[in-house]
């Protein structure tokens, strides 16, 4: 007992030796190896000419996490601080996407090469944890157009406001919190893009440094150090011309200016990549890193996309929404987002050698598709809010109209009773809401009519009073503690509520006015439905092209995946012609009291009570989805037999010119008395002297199967030779 208990004890000094020595990190590691050294981790492969050899950069699995955790946390704060809604919000969208994913990108370039497990580069991702924490502060509200494109709706949204009640002061106030926000977004986005590029400037410079301690060849590290120092002084240049101006900012031509310097430095960074590889001493890309580095940020992308889709179905629990009409949307939504799932992982050629250009092409072309997906599975979680805001819109509309219709069909003015609708109550309770209080203020109306009317023409005095209850109702429900579908404050949309909401003169309720209203907030929230199938159809296009790039097709079974693909792929791209019409209003009234639909397929769509512009979606995917298991079906058991496969075949599947069976027989074991006898080469002149053997060439050699068969003599087992009736 005591000698085990000693043992342990070593064992568990042992264990902390080891422990101790690996956190006693140094400050600084060459990532270049000694002359003469050998790393034993790493297979010894012949260097390509120019190429420098590294000792192989160690996983830090931690350093790795911390990275993908900031990139994720500046992604969530861009996908709840921008939502895509209209398409000037896509656009900001994607330009922001691509810094985040080329801080993101260029730092993993770096790592897969070059980082050691040293202080050194453990303090330079604290440094880059900071870079992703401020991007993700400076996301909120980002627009890419601010400066240069001017709200045409701003005038008349200020007088509305006005006639409203809001004061100068107020709407001074509201304009220029929303004229300085995306200017101090701007400029912050500036100061941490420059730090990002200093940061990993100065990993370079470490590099280099080592490079000309060891006299390494270092024109490679130049291409990467160039672009880095002319990328930091850009974005310090838009820094300080969004300083210009005061409180209005810069003028348009310097906005213009400063989106120059803002992505023209990316552009001379992503070239700069390939650049490196042509020149002396450049340090090779290994395709499992690659490919491993890809699968993380698809994850975080796809992840970030299902907590929007599930934030989306939050808000149907507890609302009078789509109810168990929302069972298609759910199965849709998780078919659409498994099936890009099962297309990434499906991809032919997922696991394939490349060269080394051709891995960094396709890893900085998986930004097209990265940048299609988060705006189809951004569409994808809007549409889902969208589809439970007209419904539950839908459903308020009812259950008013409902009672008005009642009351229209009464002999005169005459009181309504809330418990003679016990629908609408129920309804009304599930949004929170009183429909006492509906009724009560129509009795209102209806009482104020009864004194002011002198003829039927006057009954719009209490109509009116019913359309503005209705938008009252409508603006609570829009509220972020309902459905969070409020209009941004500062667009014409929110003006036009507003004011609708506090007017007190009957030709400001017109049922015009109202359905204008209407159909302004059911475009608002479901515009994503616009570019949803051109964005899912990129997406799409995008998996084949990083294929290509990989490398063509290499039999007809991916040809047909791909073919696939990329024909699905361009016709649901092509349901955009479903956007004909989109610009006119949802619904419309025809005569100031009835009204008439639009007839925009994509709102249609959009807007039925099938719910189908999802479920559309997910046919497609599920069809793309059943043809490639087919593919892969059919080429599993094309490949199970190599019977009709003659030049895979050894010489016993051979025949002669005269038909004969093969005499070449494999089907016995090896014994060491099979070659007891000396084997002799085969003379085909003198049958009765020649030996027992076999005939050159060797029939495993790549030429034998080249080779003209006309004279081909027989081959020969010595146990053949030795006992004929063996094989009997």
Request: net charge negative; glycine share 6%; proline share 4%.
């Amino acid at each position: 007992m005591d000698e085990l208990k000693k043992s342990r004890r070593e064992s568990d000094l042992s264990t902390l030796a080891v422990e101790r020595k690996a956190n006693a990190l140094p400050w600084s590691l060459s990532p270049f190896r000694q002359p003469g050294s050998e790393d034993n981790a790493e297979e010894i492969t012949e260097l390509e000419p120019g190429e420098i050899r590294v000792i192989a950069a160690e996983e830090v699995p931690f350093i790795d996490l911390l990275l993908e955790i900031a990139m994720t946390t500046a992604f969530a704060s861009l996908t709840d601080g921008t939502p895509i809604l209209q398409y000037n919000n896509v656009l900001s969208y994607v330009a922001f996407f691509l810094w985040v994913w080329w801080v993101w990108i260029a730092q993993v370039a770096y790592n897969m090469r070059f980082r050691q497990a040293d202080w050194f580069h453990r303090i330079m991702v604290f440094v880059q944890l900071i870079v992703f924490s401020a991007m993700a502060a400076f996301a909120d509200q980002f627009d890419i157009t601010n400066g240069i494109a001017n709200n045409p709706d701003q005038a008349e949204a200020e007088s509305l406001l006005t006639a409203a009640g809001f004061s100068k002061n107020e709407l001074d106030a509201l304009m220029f919190r929303n004229n300085r926000i995306p200017l101090l977004n701007a400029r912050g986005i500036s100061m941490a893009m420059a730090l990002s590029r200093i940061v990993l400037l100065v990993q370079y410079l470490a590099v280099f440094y080592y490079a000309r301690k060891q006299l390494l060849p270092r024109n490679s590290l130049w291409a990467h150090i160039l672009p880095l120092i002319l990328s930091s002084a850009c974005f310090f240049v838009a820094f300080g011309i969004l300083y210009t101006g005061g409180d209005d900012g810069p003028s348009v031509p310097l906005h213009i200016v400063k989106l120059l310097l803002w992505y023209l430095p990316l552009l001379v960074e992503i070239a700069g990549h390939f650049v490196a590889l042509e020149l002396s001493g450049f340090v090779r890309y290994t395709t499992e890193s690659i490919y491993a580095r890809s699968g993380t940020v698809f994850l975080i992308i796809l992840g970030a996309g299902l907590d929007k889709i599930t934030g989306g179905f939050k808000q149907l629990v507890g609302n009078a929404g789509l109810g168990s009409s929302g069972i298609p949307i759910f199965i849709s939504a998780a078919v659409i987002f498994i099936g890009f799932f099962s297309l990434y992982f499906g991809t032919p050629g997922s696991n394939r050698e490349i060269s080394n250009r051709r891995a960094l092409s396709w890893l900085f072309s998986q930004f097209i598709f990265l940048s299609a997906l988060t705006v189809t599975l951004q569409a994808v979680a809007n549409s889902i809010s969208f589809m439970n805001l007209s419904a539950a819109l839908s459903h308020v509309d009812d259950a008013i109209g409902y009672a008005a219709d009642w009351e229209y069909n009464q002999t005169y003015a005459t009181n309504l009773t809330a418990t003679d609708f016990p629908e609408s109550i129920r309804l009304f309770n599930e949004l929170g809401l009183a429909f006492e209080d509906v009724v009560d203020s129509i009795n209102s109306d209806l009482y104020q009519y009864s004194l002011e009317s002198t003829n039927d023409t006057d009954n719009n005095i209490w109509i009116a009073g019913i359309l503005q209850e209705e938008m009252i109702i409508f603006s609570n429900l829009l509220n972020p503690d309902t459905l969070n579908a409020l209009p941004d404050k500062s667009s014409l949309l929110f003006a036009k509520l507003y004011a609708f909401t506090y007017a007190d003169q009957i030709d400001e309720l017109t049922y015009a006015k109202f359905l204008d209203i209407y159909s302004g907030i059911l475009k608002d929230r479901g515009s994503s439905a616009l570019w949803l199938y051109p964005a899912a159809g990129a997406t799409i296009l995008g998996l084949v092209l990083m294929s290509c790039i990989k490398g063509m097709p290499r039999d007809k079974y991916e040809w047909g995946v791909l073919g696939t693909r990329c024909t699905i792929g361009t016709a649901t791209t092509l349901l955009a012609l479903l956007d004909i019409g989109a610009s006119k209003p949802i619904v419309e009234t025809i005569d100031g009291l009835n009204s008439i639909a639009t007839d925009s397929k994509i709102w249609i769509l959009n807007t039925s009570d099938g719910h189908w512009l999802l479920i559309l979606l997910a046919i497609i995917m599920g069809i793309l989805q059943i043809t490639e298991n087919l593919f892969a079906y059919t080429s599993s058991r094309q490949y199970t037999s190599f019977q009709n496969l003659d030049f895979l075949n050894g010489p016993e599947r051979r025949k002669t010119k005269r038909g004969r069976k093969p005499v070449y027989q494999r089907t016995y074991s090896v014994d060491a008395d099979d070659y007891s006898v000396p084997l002799v080469p085969y003379s085909p002149g003198d049958k009765k002297e020649a030996g027992y053997g076999y005939t050159y060439p060797n029939p495993y050699e790549e030429e034998y199967h080249d080779r003209d068969t006309k004279d081909m003599p027989f081959v020969n087992s010595p146990k053949h030779t030795l006992d004929e009736g063996r094989f009997k």
